[in-house]
């Protein structure tokens, strides 16, 4: 059962405005990664659904949040289907998220209460989302599509919340273009995810580079 409700997740996408988000097979590794993002001030983090098993990782990770890490909210993504949504739900899954919209996924969540935000690609596919329910919908790929979807969306549509990953950097000026498009929050992982030149994650890096981006995002927002 999710430790936070999808208000409170929301509330916290939105006052982070970072989502970071990685994958690995190794549950030691995930707890060194997540606490290194932790310690560099993130307090919400999703983990790709991208491997076998990956679902049992989540859940030693998510008992590994509860126990040293209270204030993190993990969530999910990556999910395609209703049923493997349920799946890391009963683990604990505090959001979902997928590459696009399925109505399967949105039911499951709805019945839980659980955040879920799919990716679109379209106004039409953005009203479908909210009609679903959805309080963040995501853009991906971000590079492909850009800002100026953002800030055309938000013009007939400023309740809409988007959520771009994807062509998203911690480089001030990659952010500040996002944010001032009208970006609820962004999603990022490879370019957050530091590793060393022997392909190692590098915790000391990205714990760094974490605090660096949120309190780049706010000194933008506050601007």
Request: glycine share 16%.
């Given at each position: 059962m999710a430790r936070f409700t999808r208000i409170q997740v929301a509330q916290k996408m939105s006052e982070q405005g970072l989502v970071p988000l990685f994958y690995h097979s190794d549950l030691e590794v995930c707890k060194k990664v997540i606490s290194a993002c932790y310690h560099g001030g993130a307090r919400l983090l999703e983990f790709t659904?991208?491997?076998?098993?990956?679902?049992?990782?989540?859940?030693?990770?998510n008992k590994y949040c509860a126990k040293e890490l209270p204030e993190m909210i993990l969530g999910v993504g990556s999910i395609t289907d209703g049923g493997t949504a349920s799946l890391f739900m009963q683990l604990g899954a505090n959001f979902i998220v997928s590459a696009s919209i399925r109505k399967d996924v949105a039911i499951a969540c709805n019945r839980r209460k659980v955040l879920y935000s799919p990716g679109c690609g379209t106004l039409t596919e953005v009203g479908e989302a909210e009609e679903l329910g959805c309080e963040v919908v995501k853009l991906f790929p971000g590079s492909v599509y850009g800002p100026g979807f953002i800030k055309a969306i938000r013009g007939p549509q400023p309740w809409t919340n988007v959520m771009p990953t994807g062509g998203v950097s911690p480089d001030y000026d990659n952010l500040k273009t996002w944010i001032d498009a009208g970006a609820y929050c962004v999603g990022m992982g490879s370019k957050l995810m530091l590793k060393d030149a022997q392909g190692n994650f590098d915790f000391v890096g990205i714990e760094k580079i974490c605090r660096q981006t949120l309190a780049s995002i706010q000194e933008i927002r506050n601007a």
């Open positions: 659904n991208r491997g076998d098993y990956a679902h049992e990782v989540f859940g030693e990770l």
